[in-house]
C-alpha cells in the first residue's frame, strides 16, 4: 500500500506552500493519518475475532455426543476462512472499485457469485472429511430438502450482505476523515501563508514607525536624528536576523525591546519616562520573535504626547515557564478617540499568538486611573508550535481576531 495519499483537490497556491514547507509536492504522508490508520487495522482484528468465535463455536457444536473428532473442526474453519476472505475481497477490491466507481451491478454480481463459490466449497469440505464429519450434516443443515438448502444459502447471503454493508460504513468513514484532513490541510496552509506574510510584515512595520520617529528630530535635532539613524541600522540588522526564525530566546526579545526603547528615548527626551523591569528565571526559553513589540509600539503610538510628560512601564518576567508581559502607558489626550482603534501589530499580534500559543497565552488589555494597561501571559514550557501542530488550531484562527481586538481596546 502507498504511503502517502494524493492531495490533487489543492490548488497551484497550495502545493507551492507544501513545497516550500519541505513536504513532497502533491503528495500528503500517511504517516499523517494514523488515526485512520490504526482504526482500519483494529477492524480488521476485530471482524477476524468475529469470524473465528463464530467457527469455534459451530464447531464446537457438531461434536456428537462429546466424542471428540478434528474433523468436526474442519468445515466450520473452511466457511469462517470463506467469510474472511468475503470480507477482505470486499475491503479491498469490491467497495472501493466497484461500489464507489458506481458499478452497483458489478458490485452485487460479484458478491452473489463469491457467495455461491463459498457454498460449494464448504460442500466440497463436507465430502472431503466424509463421515467423520458427520454431525456437521446435521448443524449446518446439507440434507436434500428445499427449506434446508435455502437456509444455507439464506446464512451465505445475510453474512455477504453484512460484509458489504459494514466495509462501505468503514470506507465512508475513511473518506470522510480524509476529507477533512486536506480540508484542514488546505486551511492550514492559507494560514500559514497568511502567517508568513504577516512575519515579513514585522520588519516594514517596526521600520516605518521609528523612521517616522526619527524624522521628527532632524530639524529638531540633526545630530540626535543621526545618532538614532546609526541605532536604527544596528537594531533593524538584528530584527530582519531574528525575524527569519520560528522563535528566540526571551532575553533576545527583550534585548530587541530595550534597544527599541532606547531609540524612542533619544527622540523624546525628558518628555517621556521610561521604565524597564526585566525577571527572567530562564532567559534561554524560546518566544516566537517580536512578539512583545506590538505591545510597546502601541503604548509609545498612543501613550506619548511630544508637549505633555507621559510614561511608559514595561515589566517582562519569566517565571515557571510562563512569560509575562506587562505594559503600561498614560492615556493622553490625542489618542482618546484613536485609542480605540489596533493598526496591523496588534492584529499580527493577535494571529500570530492563536497559531504558535493556541490555548497557551492570555491577554488583558483596559483602561484605569488615566492608565492604558496591556498585559500578556504566555506558555514557554514548549516551543511555538509548528507547522503539523497547528493542524487542529487553523479553522479557529481567522473567525476570532475581531473579538480579540474588541477586547484588546473595548
Not at 12 to 23: C, F, R
Not at 85 to 114: D, S, T
Not at 168 to 197: C, H, P, W
Not at 359 to 375: H, P, S, W
Given at each position: 500500500?502507498?504511503?502517502?495519499?494524493?492531495?490533487?483537490?489543492?490548488?497551484?497556491?497550495?502545493?507551492?506552500?507544501?513545497?516550500?514547507?519541505?513536504?513532497?509536492?502533491?503528495?500528503?504522508?500517511?504517516?499523517?493519518?494514523?488515526?485512520?490508520?490504526?482504526?482500519?487495522?483494529?477492524?480488521?482484528?476485530?471482524?477476524?475475532?468475529?469470524?473465528?468465535?463464530?467457527?469455534?463455536?459451530?464447531?464446537?457444536?457438531?461434536?456428537?455426543?462429546?466424542?471428540?473428532?478434528?474433523?468436526?473442526?474442519?468445515?466450520?474453519?473452511?466457511?469462517?476462512?470463506?467469510?474472511?476472505?468475503?470480507?477482505?475481497?470486499?475491503?479491498?477490491?469490491?467497495?472501493?472499485?466497484?461500489?464507489?466507481?458506481?458499478?452497483?451491478?458489478?458490485?452485487?454480481?460479484?458478491?452473489?457469485?463469491?457467495?455461491?463459490?463459498?457454498?460449494?466449497?464448504?460442500?466440497?469440505?463436507?465430502?472431503?472429511?466424509?463421515?467423520?464429519?458427520?454431525?456437521?450434516?446435521?448443524?449446518?443443515?446439507?440434507?436434500?430438502?428445499?427449506?434446508?438448502?435455502?437456509?444455507?444459502?439464506?446464512?451465505?447471503?445475510?453474512?455477504?450482505?453484512?460484509?458489504?454493508?459494514?466495509?462501505?460504513?468503514?470506507?465512508?468513514?475513511?473518506?470522510?476523515?480524509?476529507?477533512?484532513?486536506i480540508r484542514k490541510l488546505q486551511e492550514n496552509f492559507m494560514l500559514q501563508?497568511?502567517?508568513?506574510?504577516?512575519?515579513?510584515?514585522?520588519?516594514?512595520?517596526?521600520?516605518?514607525?521609528?523612521?517616522?520617529?526619527?524624522?521628527?528630530?532632524?530639524?529638531?535635532?540633526?545630530?540626535?536624528?543621526?545618532?538614532?539613524?546609526?541605532?536604527?541600522?544596528?537594531?533593524?540588522?538584528?530584527?530582519?536576523?531574528?525575524?527569519?526564525?520560528?522563535?528566540?530566546?526571551?532575553?533576545?526579545?527583550?534585548?530587541?525591546?530595550?534597544?527599541?526603547?532606547?531609540?524612542?528615548?533619544?527622540?523624546?527626551?525628558?518628555?517621556?519616562?521610561?521604565?524597564?523591569?526585566?525577571?527572567?528565571?530562564?532567559?534561554?526559553?524560546?518566544?516566537?520573535?517580536?512578539?512583545?513589540?506590538?505591545?510597546?509600539?502601541?503604548?509609545?503610538?498612543?501613550?506619548?504626547?511630544?508637549?505633555?510628560?507621559?510614561?511608559?512601564?514595561?515589566?517582562?518576567?519569566?517565571?515557571?515557564?510562563?512569560?509575562?508581559?506587562?505594559?503600561?502607558?498614560?492615556?493622553?489626550?490625542?489618542?482618546?478617540?484613536?485609542?480605540?482603534?489596533?493598526?496591523?501589530?496588534?492584529?499580527?499580534?493577535?494571529?500570530?499568538?492563536?497559531?504558535?500559543?493556541?490555548?497557551?497565552?492570555?491577554?488583558?488589555?483596559?483602561?484605569?486611573?488615566?492608565?492604558?494597561?496591556?498585559?500578556?501571559?504566555?506558555?514557554?514550557?514548549?516551543?511555538?508550535?509548528?507547522?503539523?501542530?497547528?493542524?487542529?488550531?487553523?479553522?479557529?484562527?481567522?473567525?476570532?481576531?475581531?473579538?480579540?481586538?474588541?477586547?484588546?481596546?473595548?
Amino acid at each position: 500500500m502507498s504511503d502517502s495519499i494524493s492531495i490533487e483537490k489543492l490548488n497551484a497556491t497550495d502545493t507551492s506552500i507544501v513545497s516550500s514547507l519541505g513536504m513532497p509536492l502533491g503528495r500528503i504522508p500517511k504517516s499523517l493519518l494514523k488515526e485512520n490508520s490504526i482504526s482500519e487495522k483494529w477492524i480488521r482484528v476485530m471482524m477476524g475475532i468475529f469470524f473465528l468465535s463464530i467457527g469455534l463455536v459451530a464447531a464446537a457444536s457438531t461434536i456428537d455426543k462429546g466424542e471428540y473428532s478434528w474433523k468436526a473442526y474442519v468445515v466450520p474453519m473452511v466457511v469462517t476462512v470463506n467469510f474472511l476472505c468475503g470480507f477482505f475481497l470486499n475491503q479491498r477490491i469490491l467497495v472501493p472499485r466497484f461500489y464507489f466507481a458506481r458499478r452497483i451491478k458489478l458490485f452485487v454480481f460479484f458478491n452473489f457469485l463469491f457467495t455461491i463459490a463459498s457454498i460449494l466449497i464448504r460442500d466440497i469440505a463436507i465430502y472431503l472429511m466424509g463421515t467423520g464429519a458427520g454431525c456437521v450434516y446435521e448443524v449446518l443443515g446439507t440434507g436434500r430438502s428445499f427449506l434446508t438448502i435455502l437456509s444455507i444459502f439464506g446464512i451465505f447471503i445475510v453474512v455477504t450482505g453484512i460484509n458489504c454493508v459494514f466495509n462501505v460504513m468503514v470506507r465512508l468513514e475513511g473518506i470522510r476523515m480524509q476529507e477533512s484532513y486536506i480540508r484542514k490541510l488546505q486551511e492550514n496552509f492559507m494560514l500559514q501563508a497568511d502567517l508568513t506574510f504577516l512575519k515579513q510584515q514585522l520588519s516594514p512595520h517596526f521600520l516605518f514607525n521609528t523612521l517616522n520617529n526619527i524624522t521628527a528630530l532632524v530639524d529638531i535635532d540633526p545630530k540626535l536624528a543621526q545618532k538614532s539613524m546609526v541605532r536604527l541600522s544596528s537594531l533593524l540588522r538584528q530584527v530582519l536576523q531574528e525575524t527569519q526564525k520560528r522563535s528566540v530566546a526571551i532575553e533576545t526579545e527583550v534585548d530587541i525591546l530595550q534597544k527599541y526603547c532606547e531609540l524612542e528615548k533619544l527622540r523624546f527626551g525628558s518628555n517621556v519616562e521610561f521604565s524597564f523591569d526585566v525577571r527572567l528565571e530562564h532567559p534561554e526559553k524560546n518566544v516566537s520573535p517580536l512578539l512583545m513589540m506590538p505591545l510597546v509600539e502601541n503604548a509609545i503610538k498612543y501613550g506619548v504626547h511630544p508637549s505633555q510628560k507621559s510614561r511608559i512601564a514595561i515589566s517582562i518576567s519569566e517565571k515557571e515557564d510562563v512569560l509575562h508581559c506587562h505594559v503600561e502607558n498614560t492615556i493622553v489626550p490625542k489618542a482618546s478617540s484613536t485609542h480605540v482603534k489596533s493598526g496591523i501589530g496588534l492584529a499580527n499580534l493577535q494571529r500570530r499568538l492563536e497559531v504558535c500559543y493556541p490555548n497557551r497565552y492570555q491577554y488583558l488589555a483596559k483602561k484605569e486611573n488615566g492608565v492604558y494597561i496591556a498585559d500578556l501571559q504566555i506558555s514557554v514550557k514548549d516551543t511555538p508550535l509548528s507547522f503539523a501542530q497547528t493542524m487542529d488550531h487553523a479553522e479557529r484562527v481567522f473567525n476570532s481576531v475581531d473579538g480579540f481586538e474588541k477586547a484588546v481596546h473595548g
